[in-house]
């Protein structure tokens, strides 16, 4: 999707940025994981960790720009960036510790729409590779998205039932209105 979107937005001149948006999306997933780790991490009393862990990975990241990036350009960029994200995340699941990843099911919350996001990732190459309509292939990942949220677990029935009340309720209150 990144190239129909780059081509879509800003036109074929931008074709280099495509390899470039598509690390950075991976990278993206990976910061929302770690986002919500490092809230576990602060219900912990453990936020020492945290600034530790960012300043490691910043280090880490700087390192990597520098040896990256004259050779791969801006894609050395963004792979430095997603490298860096997979150490935090390693990190902090290190930090908080798998029996607390447990007991705070961390793996519903945070592992499971990864999981699911990286499904959907895979369905918008797919959708590329068979060369779908732009607008269409979103409506389709948006589509594919929500069925692998609810394959892999991380919608559970009772969360989908209470939306589906939350949406008839509105409804109906706008009918009654």
């Not at 990597?64 to 990036?69: C, K, Q, V």
């Not at 269409?136 to 998205?145: D, I, K, N, R, V």
């Amino acid at each position: 999707m990144a190239e129909s979107f780059i081509l879509l937005i800003f036109g074929p001149a931008f074709k280099p940025a495509i390899p470039t948006l598509t690390i950075l999306a991976l990278s993206l997933a990976l910061t929302f994981v770690n986002l919500s780790l490092s809230n576990g991490l602060i219900a912990l009393d453990r936020e020492r960790k945290i600034v530790w862990i960012i300043l490691l990975a910043a280090t880490f990241n700087f390192c990597l720009n520098l040896a990256l990036i004259p050779v791969y350009q801006q894609n050395g960029a963004a792979g430095a960036t997603l490298i860096s994200e997979v150490l935090v995340l390693c990190l902090m699941l290190q930090a908080m510790g798998w029996q607390q990843v447990r007991v705070l099911r961390l793996g519903r919350v945070t592992l499971r729409p990864l999981l699911a996001g990286l499904l959907s990732f895979g369905l918008g190459r797919g959708l590329v590779a068979w060369q779908i309509n732009f607008f269409a292939g979103l409506a389709l990942m948006a589509l594919g998205f929500f069925f692998f949220l609810v394959c892999t677990g991380a919608l559970s029935r009772a969360e989908l039932l209470a939306a589906w009340d939350l949406i008839t309720w509105k409804r109906k209150e706008l009918e009654a209105a």
